[in-house]
């Protein structure tokens, strides 16, 4: 099966997938849209990081859109530090949403995006949460994941 995508700038890319699960991701000549240019063979887990590095670059793309749209809504990106008692803990231990108002809407991973995390998702050192809310919910849920809130 072979999927195509004519780009703004008049190129023609697509995928081929085999029926023994190859994958090809191909770039077409410009001069003949029928001869291909470039084949680069892909196995799973280079098609599931070149998948996971689109829909990540998309999903900041459009919060940062949204951001935009929404007067005094943001969204901001935070680490979580390795002393943070959050760290091996569930999102809902954090209780963010009711102690901030702020959402977590993504966390990103050893480049993989794990959108809408649910309060049973584990944090690791080192992940970085997206956050939408206000100012103060912000760096709120930035203080809870530090361990530096009061409460």
Known sequence: MRHDLLTESGRRLGVVSHRNGRRDLVLYDPDDPDSCQHD??????????????????LMLGQLSGLREQAAGLLTEQVVIPA??????????DTKARTRTSA???????HGE?????????RFEAGDVVVVVGTRKGLDGVTAILADNDSG
Not at 40 to 57: C, F, N, R, V
Not at 83 to 92: C, F, H, M, P, Q
């Open 83 to 92: 002393s943070s008692k959050y760290v091996n803990k569930r999102l809902g």
């Open 103 to 109: 959402s977590i809407v993504a966390v990103l991973r």
């Open 113 to 121: 995006v794990i959108v809408s995390p649910d309060p049973a998702f």
């Open 40 to 57: 680069i063979p892909l196995t799973d887990d280079e098609a599931e990081a070149l998948a996971d590095i689109l829909g990540a670059s």
